[in-house]
C-alpha cells in the first residue's frame, strides 16, 4: 500500500531556533537548481501560467510596498509591476542571487536572506503580502502566519498558496486503498521530508487565529496530470483552469488552492523613519544601503553582500 508520493527534493533540512528558542527544522534550498530543474526544464509552464492568471486576480493592480515571502529566484516577481517596491524574501541566499540575475539590482527590488519564523521588519511596514508554494515546506504554518500579520498594516492584502491535501486525486487513491492516509482529516499530511499537504479547514483556522479574514478562494491546476498535458494543447488547458478557478468558493479538490485573506484589526502603520527590526534585541532599525549596520541598541551586526540583506545570522560587533 502507497503511504507517500515521490517529489524531487530541493531543499536541505535545517534546524533552527525560533523566538522561544525551541529547534524548528526549516526547509532550506541554499545551492538548489529548482528554478532551473523544476520550472525551466521541467514542463511546468501549464502551472506556471494558471498560477500567474490567480495571482492577477487576487491581488490589488497597484500598491506601496510588497512582501513576497518564498520569492526563491524571483519567478513570481515580475507579475508585481503595479507595486512601488517589491522585497523578495527566502531563506536560500543562492536563490536570491539568482533572483537578482532575473531582475536586476534595481532599487525597487530589495533581497532579504530571512528565517519566516523571525521576519526583520518593523510592525506594519507592508501594504500587501504574497506567499506561494512556500507554506507546505512549514512545520509550523500558524507561527509562520503569526509573523507576517505583525508586519502587515491594517486591510493589506495576503495573497497565499496551499497544497491541498482533499484534492480529487489523493480522495480516488484513498478510496480505491491505494494511500492509507485519509485526505478528510483535517492534520497535515508529511508526503515527503518537509512538504506538507493541507485541509482547507486547518488552513482557514490558521488564517482566522492570526488575524486574516479569508476573503476569496480560487481552485489551481485542475488538470494537473502528465498525460493531459502531453496530450491537450497548452493554451487550452489553460483557458479551462482560467474557467473552473472561480469555483474556489464552493469547493477545493484541486492539489493546489490559492486564497486572498484580509488583515483584520487595527495596526499603527510603521514610521516612515524604520523599516528593519534588529532580531537580537528588537530595535526598530531604518532602511541602510551600506555593506553593513551596527544596531545602535545591541551592537548586534547586520550585514548585505552583493546587495542582499542577510537576516539570518546576527554578528557580534
Not at 527544522?25 to 501549464?46: A, K, L, M, V
Not at 510588497?66 to 509591476?81: D, I, K, M, N, V
Not at 506567499?131 to 495576503?158: E, G, K, N
Not at 482566522?208 to 494543447?233: A, D, M, W
Request: proline share 6%; hydrophobic share 40%.
Amino acid at each position: 500500500m502507497t503511504t507517500q508520493r515521490r517529489k524531487p527534493q530541493f531543499c536541505k533540512r535545517l534546524q533552527l531556533l525560533d523566538l522561544n528558542e525551541a529547534p524548528i527544522p526549516i526547509c532550506n534550498y541554499e545551492g538548489s537548481d529548482y528554478q532551473t530543474r523544476f520550472w525551466d526544464q521541467g514542463g511546468r509552464g501549464y502551472e506556471d501560467r494558471v498560477e500567474a492568471i490567480a495571482v492577477r486576480r487576487l491581488l490589488p493592480s497597484s500598491g506601496n510596498l510588497l512582501l513576497e515571502l518564498g520569492a526563491g529566484a524571483g519567478r513570481h516577481t515580475l507579475r508585481y509591476q503595479g507595486f512601488e517596491r517589491i522585497v523578495l524574501l527566502d531563506y536560500s541566499y543562492t536563490q536570491l542571487l539568482q533572483a537578482q540575475e532575473r531582475l536586476g539590482n534595481q532599487k525597487r527590488f530589495i533581497y532579504v536572506a530571512a528565517n519566516i519564523y523571525q521576519l526583520p521588519f518593523v510592525a506594519g511596514l507592508f501594504d500587501a503580502a504574497t506567499m506561494i508554494r512556500t507554506l507546505h515546506h512549514l512545520v509550523q504554518p500558524s507561527a509562520a502566519l503569526h509573523q507576517i500579520r505583525q508586519v502587515l498594516q491594517s486591510h493589506a492584502v495576503f495573497v497565499l498558496e496551499y497544497a491541498n491535501k482533499r484534492n480529487l486525486k489523493a480522495i480516488f487513491r484513498y478510496l480505491l486503498r491505494r494511500q492509507s492516509w485519509n485526505p478528510f482529516s483535517p492534520e497535515p499530511i508529511e508526503f515527503a521530508p518537509l512538504n506538507f499537504d493541507f485541509h482547507p479547514r486547518r488552513v482557514r483556522a490558521w488564517l482566522e487565529g492570526n488575524g486574516f479574514y479569508l476573503e476569496r478562494q480560487l481552485t489551481v491546476s485542475h488538470f494537473r496530470l502528465p498525460f493531459l498535458k502531453r496530450l491537450v494543447p497548452l493554451r487550452i488547458l489553460v483557458g479551462l483552469d482560467s474557467l473552473a478557478q472561480w469555483t474556489g468558493n464552493w469547493w477545493q479538490l484541486t492539489p493546489s488552492v490559492f486564497v486572498r485573506a484580509r488583515a483584520v484589526g487595527e495596526t499603527v502603520p510603521a514610521s516612515g523613519e524604520f523599516f528593519f527590526k534588529c532580531l537580537a534585541c528588537n530595535a526598530s532599525l531604518p532602511f541602510f544601503e551600506t555593506e553593513e549596520f551596527t544596531c545602535p541598541n545591541c551592537g548586534y551586526v547586520w550585514r548585505s553582500p552583493q546587495g542582499i540583506y542577510d537576516f539570518r545570522y546576527p554578528m557580534p560587533s
